[in-house]
């Protein structure tokens, strides 16, 4: 198939969003979930994009979208800038903050990371929370005009499914290029990487910036869909649930953060309570790490290659056993 389609990730993509967009604007509960779905498998996909393979374990990701979320709700309702001004707030301003801790974070054994970027995820929360004058403070900003011509909800989800696409487009090309292949040498053994002459800090930057704008246009998304933010929308939990998904999924892979986004959101919304979803959550990720560590992608990729070796192995089997025969030798 890779041969064949030289993106197969995108093409997989872009059929599963156009059959989303045909089936679920049938219910508006199916298309409520449906756009928030895709908004947080762009943040998922931020997530494998930072730790499957740049191997930053990020716990700011929920942050940085909540930094785009807040870009686009000032710009709109303090400023009365259209929306796509706002976008370039949303993508640039999460960039520049995750740019300019890239180089401290990614030094970092992946442990330390992670509780650095969650102590900026809690600082991003207290600035949310204090600030009144400017992100509304508890009370949070309301009024967030919806984005022109779009106000209809099938609209909004074609255009949040288009996001995740191209999302899916620019990781997989990035991957392709010649920078992919030097991150995949980085996550493995940076000590090699600096021999061959990758400019490891400098692209880990590049990286966590590229993911935490990925994030930002989720948040801008969120933001002109749901028409009010407050600190509480996209907090510490949207990041470890963003995480948490891509894992899931399998976040060495480019579709895995949507695949599982898709099964832990979907299956979530079937619990009763929030407390339940958290214990299904947590049950699934130990799981995941029993069964299948690379996962649910990396699972299936596993059996693929098992069952084809296997029917590789047959016909070898049975002519050698025919051989034995023919010679009169017990097989």
């Known amino acids: 198939m890779s041969a064949r389609w030289g993106r197969p990730n995108s093409l997989i993509i872009v059929i599963a969003a156009g059959i989303a967009c045909a089936i679920m604007p049938m219910k508006p509960v199916w298309l409520d979930t449906s756009v928030l779905t895709g908004i947080l ?40 800038l259209p929306p796509y001004v706002g976008l370039a707030f949303a993508l640039v301003l999460p960039g520049l903050v995750a740019w300019s801790i890239a180089r401290l974070v990614t030094r970092m054994v992946p442990l330390a990371t992670a509780l650095a970027t969650l102590a900026l995820g809690s600082l991003v929360e207290i600035v949310a929370r204090s600030w009144d004058s400017v992100t509304g403070g508890y009370v949070g900003l309301s009024g967030i005009p919806p984005i022109q011509s779009l106000e209809n909800p099938a609209a909004f989800n074609l255009l949040v499914w288009g996001f995740v696409c191209a999302a899916v487009l620019l990781y997989e090309n990035l991957m392709h290029s010649p920078y992919g292949r030097a991150l995949n040498t980085i996550r493995h053994d940076r000590t090699r990487a600096t021999a061959d002459g990758v400019a490891v800090a400098p692209l880990l930057s590049a990286m966590l910036a590229l993911s935490a704008a990925m994030a930002g246009a989720a948040g801008w998304l969120y933001a002109h869909y749901i028409t009010y933010l407050s600190p509480q929308s996209l907090d510490t939990q949207t990041s470890i649930s963003a995480l948490l998904m891509a894992v899931v999924g399998g976040a060495d892979y480019i579709l895995g953060p949507v695949l599982g986004t898709l099964l832990l959101n979907m299956l979530g919304k079937l619990l009763p309570a929030q407390e339940a979803q958290g214990l299904f959550f947590g049950g699934a990720l130990i799981l995941i790490l029993l069964v299948a560590r690379d996962g649910l992608l990396g699972l299936f990729t596993r059996l693929l290659t098992l069952s084809r070796s296997g029917a590789a192995e047959t016909p070898t089997a049975v002519a050698k056993a025919i051989k034995r025969c023919e010679s009169g030798v017990a097989p």
Do not use: K, N, W
């Open 41 to 80: 498998s762009l943040i998922s996909l931020s997530a494998g994009l930072s730790y499957g393979q740049a191997g930053i374990l990020s716990m700011a990701q929920g942050s940085f979208a909540a930094l785009g979320a807040y870009a686009a709700a000032i710009s709109a309702t303090r400023f009365g």
